[in-house]
């Protein structure tokens, strides 16, 4: 089992930044990619980045391409997702996930999942 903690979310401008923190903890050698998605009320959740824990290599959605960061830490169980130039489209509740798959974009592709951070941006 991998045990994943979010935190970092909260309430911002339009045009501000927050950075979340995903924690890992437990089997993390079986994680290849770990994941940010975005969950808005009434929608399935959306895939917004991911990195590959071993190469480092990232992904985006299209639209936080230029805005959003991924990174890792030197030990390979906290990933980081900066958030700049924040929208009021980007509000919902951001989840970290964990794959052990390589570089995947899926929801369905990851095993373990975190319980969430709220992230609201007002107008």
């Known amino acids: 089992q991998v045990q994943l903690v979010e935190s970092g979310g909260g309430l911002v401008q339009a045009g501000g930044s927050l950075r979340l923190s995903c924690a890992a903890s437990g089997r993390t050698f079986s994680v290849d990619t770990m994941g940010w998605f975005l969950r808005v009320p009434g929608k399935e959740r959306d895939f917004m980045a991911a990195i590959n824990l071993r190469g480092g290599i990232t992904d985006y959605a299209d639209s936080v391409k230029g805005r959003f960061t991924v990174s890792r830490d030197n030990a390979k169980t906290t990933v980081y997702l900066q958030m700049n130039s924040l929208k009021p489209e980007d509000t919902g509740v951001y989840y970290c996930?964990?794959?052990?798959?390589?570089?995947?974009?899926?929801?369905?592709?990851?095993?373990?999942w975190g319980q969430g951070t709220q992230v609201t941006v007002s107008s």
């Open positions: 996930a964990a794959s052990p798959f390589s570089s995947t974009i899926k929801g369905s592709e990851y095993v373990y």
